[in-house]
């Protein structure tokens, strides 16, 4: 802190103020105490106390020269070297109240590595959060997942998230993606990802209200909370909907539509035919096209203003929420001051021009 206001006393006003955040790696235990960690929930405690105090100092502080942001990580449990050997001498009576009795195989299925956690946390930092909690630790910047199934992600701006399951090649080449090697983020300006976001929708990638929403429902079925689900509304037709989307270069689109979810957690995955794994093979939205006409009774529309279906493919503008608001993903402190258009690595920026319809005639 020293260093930071010594440095803003003799610094120049810049164009915009210097970003300055201290990140506390806390505990869930500092906020839900359990027997077997008087010490460790008492430290935690501590520290919490620390940075909500260090939160109040630090804003005298802010200025035309910097910002100073104190944040706090509540995380839970994770896997780490520390973890299993703790887990040698832990009580039985806290292992049954956290859940981590089992053998190593079980505990992989409920929690993740340091390695999967650490970038989570990192990239929550860029939300703005003062406190972030269990459950709430989620990449919001992520553009693909490659963990058992392919997924990519967008952020459109005004909240929640879109969502795509196991695109085929023929939706990269939409997407403007490279196959071999997409981007691991998601656009930096708003005005970008919002482009993103409408071509995602036009694929028939669903709009989940937040990323808590959706991990909630397509998880695996052995890491479902029955009571959180009970708590929680029913997925809509829209949410449980699988949908394939295709654009034929002789124009229109193919929609087929089938009420289920083709994820881990579904609840109906006969219901969809067994050949549906045949759109894994299209190199071409022609010839998924056919895929989805032939074998999945797709029908044909002659544009999104036409489309009568369940899928969120005409939402974009209109969409409010499914079942309750959207939840915001972008940092508090407004869209970037550079809305231009260079791409990422591994993504090309697309114009209208590059299909055979005018994306911006449906969206």
Known sequence: MKLWTQDDEDAAVPSSPKPRKIVFVNSSASLVPAPGYLAYSAAKAAQRSLADTLRMEVMRYSGPKSTYTVQCIFAHNFITPTFLQEQKTKPELTKRIEGTSGELHELEKQFPYAAKIAPEIVANVASGDYAVCDGSVKD??????????????????????????????????????????????????????DDFAQRLLLLGGKWWDSPARHS????????????????????????????????????????????????PGGRMDDVVPDDVSRLFLCMTMDEKAAVLM???????????????GKAFIGSWGNHRGEVGGLQQTWPNEGASQNPGSEALPGQRVLSS???????GKYC
């Open 294 to 308: 032939d074998r999945l009774e797709g029908k044909w529309w002659t544009g999104v203003e036409d489309y009568e």
């Open 140 to 193: 919001l910047r992520k553009r693909i997942d490659f963990y058992e199934e392919i997924t990519i992600f967008a952020w459109p701006s005004c909240g929640g998230v879109i969502v795509l399951e196991r695109p085929c090649p023929a939706d990269f080449d939409f997407l403007g993606l490279d196959r071999l090697d997409p981007p691991k983020k998601r656009h930096a300006t708003r005005q970008e990802e």
């Open 353 to 359: 021009r590059e299909s055979n319809f005018d994306v």
């Open 216 to 263: 909630l429902f397509t998880q695996p079925d052995h890491l479902q909370d029955e009571d959180e689900m009970a708590a929680l509304p029913e997925p809509t037709a829209r949410e449980n909907a699988w949908v394939g989307v295709a654009w034929p270069s002789s124009g229109g689109l193919v929609v087929a539509e089938w009420p289920t979810m083709m994820y």
